[in-house]
T-cell receptor
């Protein structure tokens, strides 16, 4: 158990809908990362927050947005969902920022868009 | 741009065989390098890391050395066990905090 929690575990929704994925980092970790894992794209970095502020951005679509709240939990919002958004979404956390920081991954949320 | 290339497998080995999973990278500057492991139905777990050239990361019998001259970070284990069956990801982290993962290598160890 990494100490990172993600809810829900599974989510099934229809095209065009909007969903929110939630992540609680390990106690004491200030940095949160979001990743998308799919069979065709592999593991893709989406976005990182540090202490409430956006710090790094990867291959995140405009239909997706995220935020980190004062209690340090983070939410990833996915809107106008398409079939291709079906994937595993992972959250990870680390104590701070920097090259050597280790990330601890949550168990993931499996999103299925029908 | 920055990228990670690793052998995709799947790799199938007998128990107690020697394991090598190749990983090479392209990056500007001096990234940190990581190996993560993903067991079926679980999230990724950090296996080992190296933060500068010639550093050797090691954990649970796995080793990898950061080779700047060959831009490589190959994962090795002298004697694999059935419990090592998983998907292994090589990753780099840049100074901008972006983390780039390789495609993953699936390993199956048979008794």
């Amino acid at each position: 158990d990494s100490g990172v929690t993600q809810t829900p575990k599974h989510l099934i929704t229809a095209t065009g809908q909007r969903v929110t994925l939630r992540c609680s980092p390990r106690s004491g970790d200030l940095s949160v990362y979001w990743y998308q894992q799919s069979l065709d794209q592999g593991l893709q970095f989406l976005i990182q927050y540090y202490n409430g502020e956006e710090r790094a951005k990867g291959n995140i679509l405009e239909r997706f947005s995220a935020q980190q709240f004062p209690d340090l939990h983070s939410e990833l919002n996915l809107s106008s969902l398409e079939l291709g958004d079906s994937a595993l979404y992972f959250c990870a956390s680390s104590v701070g920022v920097g090259l050597a920081q280790e990330q601890y991954f949550g168990p993931g949320t499996r999103l299925t868009v029908t | 741009g920055d990228s990670v290339t690793q052998m995709e497998g799947p790799v199938t080995l007998s128990e107690e065989a020697f394991l090598t999973i190749n990983c090479t990278y392209t990056a500007t500057g001096y990234p940190s390098l990581f190996w993560y492991v993903q067991y079926p139905g679980e999230g990724l777990q950090l296996l080992l890391k190296a933060t500068k050239a010639d550093d050797k990361g090691s954990n649970k019998g796995f080793e990898a050395t950061y080779r700047k001259e060959t831009t490589s970070f190959h994962l090795e284990k002298g004697s694999v066990q059935v419990s090592d069956s998983a998907v292994y990801f090589c990753a780099l982290k840049t100074s901008y905090d972006k983390v780039i993962f390789g495609p993953g290598t699936s390993l199956s160890v048979i008794p």
